[in-house]
Structures are given as C-alpha cells and as structure tokens.
C-alpha cells in the first residue's frame, strides 16, 4: 500500500510517498481504507523525537476516517464497507496511508449525513475538548470558562460544546478571529496579543474569575491562567502544566486535570479505550444533527502533509486541516 513514510526521527518535514505492506487485522480489528485523515500539533511533535515502540519507516496520522475493508476474528459489529472513524493508537501505523488497523470497541460507524473529511476533523482535537469538560472539569450549566486559543482545533470544538451546555464563554483569539470565534459561540473574546487575559477575566467577572480554564497554549501559559480562576475553580491542560506544587493555596483551592487523550491506548484498560467510541457516537451525533460545526479550513493531498504540519507548527491554522487520498 501507499504511505507517507517518516523514515527516522526528526525527519517529518521530508516525508515522502512510498510501499509499505498492507497490514492484516488481528483478533477485535478493523482494516480500514483510509478516506481522509486530520492534521494535529502531536503529529509533528510525536514525530521530532520519535517513540521507542516505533518501527521505522513509520506512518503518522492519529486522526482517519474511512470504510471498513476487512475484519479480524470476533468482530460482530461491522462488515466490509462500514463507513467509520476512530482514533489511532500512537504507538501504531497511523492514517496517512491507504489502509490502517484499529481496534473495533474504539470504532464508531459515521452517519449518512456526516462526509468523511469531517468525521476526520474530530478524534483528537474534538474527543480532548470533550473529555477536558465533561470527564474531567465536570462542567455545569450556568458556570463560566476561559478557553485559550478558541480558533484552534481544540478549542473551536470546546467553544461549541460549552456554549451548548450552557456556560459563559470567555476565549482567548487574535482580533482577526474574534468573530468566527464569537460565531462559535464565544461570549467575550479576548486578543491575547494586545491585553491582559487576566485582568480582561478578573473585569469581566467583578474580581471573582471563571470556573473553569482550558488551557492549550503550553505549561507558562497554563500557570498565568491560575490568576483568571475562581475559587474552588478547575484548570485543564495538555500542552504543559502549571507549577502545581507551588500554586497550593489553601485560601484559594483549586483542581488541577491533566489531559493525555493519547496515552489511553497504553493504560491497558480497555473500558478507556471504550471511552473513545462514547465520545465519537455522542460527537457524531451532534454533527450529524447540526449541533456541532466542523471547520475544516484546509484539505489538502496526502504529498502536501509535510507542508500543512509546517503551518500548524507555526500556530496560525484556524480550524482543521484534513488530508484526503
């Protein structure tokens, strides 16, 4: 099969298309013809120091939306020809190539109405999002969040899911996306650039700051984020955490979620894993019923991933960028 080989560790941006075999679905697997496959920041990351369970050439892609080819032994809940979507493990083959495996209880079927571009769009960035607010943060209508970044992958899907849960929605964009952010459902967008996203939160709420905090700028970014929240407030983060030992205040109690979608493939627990297909039905089903918008801004040929990752690297992509064969 076809694939977009990174051929060692650090060499992402001279990937190229070359043959690989074609891998065979093991017992509780799906081969998958991959469709469309997103782009996300952990790809390049992932791949600038490599992983010790890496074979190389290796393929990245963690986001892959596509029809079911064949199944492995003890799969009774799809058939060839199954449009579906799933998050890959990291430590595998991953979606940028033609075909992939995936474990089938991690697996979701995609509606008639949702396009495989979209469903594509949704594993990492849109399963983070939830799982920081709901699993962790435990978010309730009525409350306030500030959501770094709310132009990004994860942070366009978070705007989404808490305006619809019923939160106040502050987010941090440059001006030039306040109103697609504030489209989404922000309510108080803040350019980063030019004011202080402490003092315009701690105005904003008379001094008592926002319940809740998404952080997905990096750790230093995450320890500033602290002086935004309420007591008893939570913070979530996955780009780096906060001095959480040295933010203890017992005057001002705090809970700290560390998020690492990713890992759940080596935890070894399958009810986890389970998790994964939660989060894709309940997704899917608001995209497929018009209560959740996917942007994807770019789509671009298999070949041209090295270039699209360059531009996520630079941390200006607004959206999602989604690689189609």
């Given at each position: 099969m076809k694939a977009l080989l990174l051929e060692e560790a650090g060499k992402w941006r001279e990937m190229e298309i070359g043959e690989v075999d074609t891998p065979a679905p093991q017992k509780g697997e799906l081969l998958v013809r991959i469709h469309a496959a997103g782009l996300n920041p952990v790809d390049y990351k992932s791949a600038e120091n490599g992983i010790?369970?890496?074979?190389?050439?290796?393929?990245l892609g963690l986001d892959a939306a596509g029809t079911v080819e064949?199944?492995?032994?003890?799969?009774?809940?799809?058939e060839p020809g199954d449009p579906v979507m799933f998050l890959q493990d990291m430590t595998s083959r991953g979606a940028f190539a033609e075909f992939a495996t995936a474990k089938a209880h991690t697996a979701v079927k995609i509606p008639y109405n949702v396009v495989y571009a979209d469903a594509a769009a949704l594993p990492v960035a849109a399963f983070t999002a939830y799982q920081a607010l709901f699993h962790r943060m435990r978010v309730a209508p009525g409350e306030s969040i500030l959501i770094h970044a709310g132009a990004g992958g994860v942070g366009s899907f978070a705007v989404q899911l808490a305006k619809e849960h019923g939160l106040t929605v502050y987010t941090t964009a440059s001006e030039e996306n306040h109103a697609f952010v504030k489209e989404l459902g922000a309510d108080i967008a803040i350019d980063y650039k030019e004011e202080s996203f402490v003092d315009r939160v701690q105005t904003e709420t008379g001094g008592t700051g926002?319940?809740?905090?998404?952080?997905?700028?990096?750790?230093?970014?995450?320890?500033?984020?602290l002086r935004a929240l309420s007591f008893n407030g939570s913070i979530a983060f996955m780009a780096g955490a906060?001095?959480?030992?040295?933010?203890?205040?017992?005057?001002?109690?705090?809970?700290?979620?560390?998020?690492?979608?990713?890992?759940?493939?080596q935890s070894g627990n399958v009810r986890e894993e389970q998790k994964?297909?939660?989060?894709?039905?309940?997704?899917?089903?608001?995209?497929s019923n018009g209560k959740l918008s996917v942007h994807v801004t770019q789509k671009v040929p298999m070949v041209d991933i090295p270039k699209a990752l360059q531009q996520l690297e630079e941390r200006h992509v607004r959206g999602k960028i989604v690689a189609e064969w």
């Open positions: 010790p369970a890496w074979e190389y050439p290796h393929v064949s199944t492995g032994e003890d799969v009774t809940d799809f926002v319940d809740h905090i998404l952080d997905t700028v990096g750790g230093s970014n995450a320890e500033e984020s906060p001095d959480i030992n040295g933010s203890i205040d017992f005057s001002h109690p705090k809970s700290f979620h560390h998020i690492a979608l990713g890992s759940v493939y994964l297909a939660e989060m894709g039905r309940t997704l899917l089903d608001k995209l």
